[in-house]
């Protein structure tokens, strides 16, 4: 019984080391020129200049926002994508309270957590005008006001022309003119950040119109704008027949679209009767090490966004994550 006692605290002891050490490696993230210890090398340096560890704030938006942003720092991350609404504090684009987005930003500011960017998903095709029209409504108010919001960067989906969700598919997706019509919409949006300084970051989809590496970067030649850039998240590209070729597709999507990443989503991606899932990271069968192997060849700043995940998984989640980038070559 006490050899066994003294194996358990032994093995608490290592557990508790690898934790510390991994917040160490999150708290070293992007913080300029820091060369790194003698053992690292060259991918795991260059991600520990450039990533910047992120995640999603609706993961603690049911808490106050002080002790959100509180718990953010503490947990690890520097950054977040975020909607600006906390179980206290909330602001709404569509009937702006200013008081409210400078507490928001403010208190952030103060924790040194910095905005990655602003979350303003919707259906740039809807078929419900109405809907259609209050997207529209906030994109416009975020790209002319980001410098109050914190962040130039503008995140949002591609469209889809099904009525019942933004995230489901539709037979017409595939068609030119939804590609058009889309195509159409980013091309306003791209015009509008270039006048404001914005930046709008799209994420492919492979149930919306953006839904392969082709049509993005088709998209994003079309619209050759500096106000136009992608949001990486890999998983969102397979389907379920793409998954056994993964890795092709990985350097593909890099190759390709590497130029125009401006932030990079880390989820994971899984097979299921209804076509591939997103789950938490570490909870399906993305290849983390040649994700961040091609992340990290980018050689520039980036925010690496935590996502798809609960408050209560959040301390796994970002061990995966951190234990990645430390096994770097």
Same mark, same amino acid.
């Given at each position: 019984?006490?050899?066994r ?7 608490n ?10 917040l ?10 820091? $060369? ?24 603690y938006?049911?808490?106050p ?11 690890g ?46 259906n ?8 259609? =029209? ?8 975020? *790209?002319?006001?980001? =410098? ?33 019509q889309?195509?159409?919409a ?17 994420? $492919? ?22 106000? *136009?850039? *992608? ?16 890795? $092709? ?31 938490a ?18 050689d ?28 770097l070559?």
């Amino acid at each position: 019984m006490l050899a066994r006692k003294h194996d358990e605290e032994r093995e608490n002891r290592r557990s508790l080391l690898g934790r510390r050490d991994l917040l160490k490696a999150a708290a070293g993230l992007a913080i300029g020129s820091m $060369a790194g210890p003698a053992w690292a090398t060259h991918l795991r340096t260059k991600s520990r200049k450039n990533f910047r560890l992120g995640i999603t704030s609706h993961v603690y938006g049911q808490l106050p926002l002080d002790e959100a942003a509180r718990r953010i720092k503490e947990d690890g991350f520097r950054s977040i994508l975020t909607n600006y609404q906390f179980a206290d504090v909330r602001f709404d684009p569509l009937n702006p309270d200013w008081a409210a987005a400078d507490k928001i930003v403010g208190t952030f500011e103060k924790q040194g957590v910095a905005i990655a960017a602003i979350f303003g998903y919707y259906n740039v095709i809807d078929p419900d005008l109405d809907r259609r =029209k209050q997207g529209e409504a906030r994109m416009e108010f975020y *790209l002319r006001n980001w =410098k109050r919001l914190g962040c130039p960067i503008v995140s949002t989906e591609t469209g889809t022309f099904n009525r019942e969700s933004q995230w489901m598919d539709s037979p017409e997706n595939d068609t030119e003119e939804a590609f058009v019509q889309a195509r159409e919409a980013f091309r306003r949006w791209a015009r509008l950040g270039e006048e404001t300084g914005g930046v709008l970051t799209i994420e $492919a989809y492979w149930r919306n119109v953006v839904g392969t590496i082709e049509r993005a970067e088709r998209l994003l030649k079309e619209v050759d704008s500096p106000a *136009l850039k *992608l949001v990486m998240d890999p998983c969102n590209y397979f389907r379920s027949d793409d998954l056994p070729r993964m890795k $092709a597709m990985l350097q593909e999507m890099f190759q390709r679209l590497g130029p125009k990443i401006a932030i990079a989503h880390a989820k994971d991606v899984k097979d299921s009767p209804q076509g591939p899932e997103h789950p938490a990271p570490g909870r399906g069968v993305l290849d983390y090490p040649l994700y961040f192997r091609l992340l990290a060849e980018l050689d520039r700043p980036l925010d690496l966004v935590i996502e798809h995940l609960a408050l209560d998984d959040v301390a796994r989640s970002r061990d995966f994550v951190l234990g990645h980038i430390e096994r770097l070559p």
